[in-house]
Nanobody, 124 residues
């Protein structure tokens, strides 16, 4: 079992920045690829960014590429999502996920463990 806990969400004006963190506990952190997804009420959970176990490979959705950066510090069991140039359409609950990274990284079904989520609200 892996437990994930996100933090760093909040309210920010358009054009601002936030940094989300996700701390993992339980099994060996480096066994897992990590990802961030987001979801708004009534819609499906969407891929935002993913990172391989070593941090050597990163993946982004087209909607955040160039604005968001995913990173991880394995000795701290933590993955980050730096979000810059935020837009109102980035408003969502952001979820951290852990999986074995054997697929595209973009499908929620590839991930076995999820955090409870953190709300990000971007005002216009």
């Amino acid at each position: 079992q892996v437990q994930l806990l996100e933090s760093g969400g909040g309210l920010v004006q358009a054009g601002g920045s936030l940094r989300l963190s996700c701390v993992a506990s339980g099994r060996t952190f480096t066994d897992y690829a990590m990802a961030w997804f987001r979801q708004v009420p009534g819609k499906e959970r969407l891929f935002v960014a993913g990172i391989s176990w070593s941090g050597g490979k990163t993946y982004y959705s087209d909607s955040v590429k160039g604005r968001f950066t995913i990173s991880r510090i394995n000795v701290k069991n933590t993955v980050f999502l730096q979000m810059n140039s935020l837009k109102p359409e980035d408003t969502a609950v952001y979820y951290c996920a852990a999986g074995y990274g054997s697929g595209s990284y973009r499908n929620p079904s590839e991930y076995d463990y999820w955090g409870p989520g953190t709300q990000v609200t971007v005002s216009s």
